[in-house]
């Protein structure tokens, strides 16, 4: 069975800090890996996702994630943080053709 | 092109009472999905649909029916609203499973009293 676990339900940057959100998971079968955001009462909205090209994902709004096989992890990064940043992040884990399973969340606050 | 919408917005219940959401997508998408979100839960599939006519189970699917009778609605129904079914109600579309993106609708406020 798939699962996704999301190390750190909240994280704090300062505004201009590095952000690091951490993701990890297991699938018996090479996964599809995405990450997703969510805004103060909106709907979830797709960052980025990996689907077996380069390990490296660039996204939108400056993110990116890392596929790291042997770790199992696909974590998120963003050099700069930027008060716009504050959000909740999920993490998500696929098989061909099947449902998606998302982690249970990582809200991020930036600190001015 | 409206992308995925979800009516209504919020809604109060009596427990017992019943409702019907309603999700529609304007994108042609095959793939439809409910959510229930709560805090600490992360997001739970409730049912879901590969295409016009077919649903399936998901992983919170009890108290819950669904219907997929046009490509483009999704359905979801509360025949006996429990206080355990206070939650935010998302809708999504995906032109298809494992590596398509889901695209989300705004959510359902839902308090069950």
């Known amino acids: 069975a798939q699962s996704v676990t999301q190390l750190g339900s909240h994280v704090s940057v300062s505004e201009g800090a590095l952000v690091l959100l951490r993701c990890n998971y297991s699938s018996s079968v090479p996964p599809y890996l995405f990450w997703y955001v969510q805004y103060p009462n909106q709907g979830l909205q797709l960052l980025l996702k990996?689907?077996?090209?380069?390990?490296l994902v660039k996204g939108i709004n400056g993110f990116e994630a890392e596929f790291k096989k042997s770790e199992t992890s696909f974590h998120l990064t963003k050099p700069s943080a930027h008060m716009s940043d504050a959000a909740e992040y999920f993490c998500?884990?696929?098989?061909?053709?099947?449902?998606?399973?998302f982690g249970k969340g990582t809200r991020l606050h930036i600190l001015p | 092109n409206a992308g995925v919408t979800q009516t209504p917005k919020f809604r109060v219940l009596k427990t017992g009472q019943s409702m019907t959401l309603l999700c529609a997508q304007d994108?042609?998408?095959?793939?439809m999905y409910w959510y229930r979100q709560d805090p600490g839960m992360g997001l739970r599939l409730i049912h879901y649909?590969?295409?016009?006519?077919?649903?399936a189970k998901g992983e919170v699917p009890d108290g819950y029916n669904v219907s997929r009778l046009k490509k483009q609605n999704f359905l979801l129904g509360l025949e006996s609203a429990a206080p355990s079914q206070t939650s935010v109600y998302f809708c999504?579309?995906?032109?298809?499973?494992?590596?398509?993106?889901?695209?989300f609708g705004p959510g359902t406020r839902l308090l069950v009293l």
């Open positions: 994108m042609n998408h095959e793939y």
């Open positions: 999504a579309s995906s032109p298809g499973g494992g590596a398509g993106t889901q695209y």
């Open positions: 998500a884990v696929s098989k061909r053709d099947d449902k998606i399973i």
């Open positions: 649909s590969v295409g016009e006519g077919t649903t």
């Open positions: 990996y689907t077996s090209a380069a390990t």
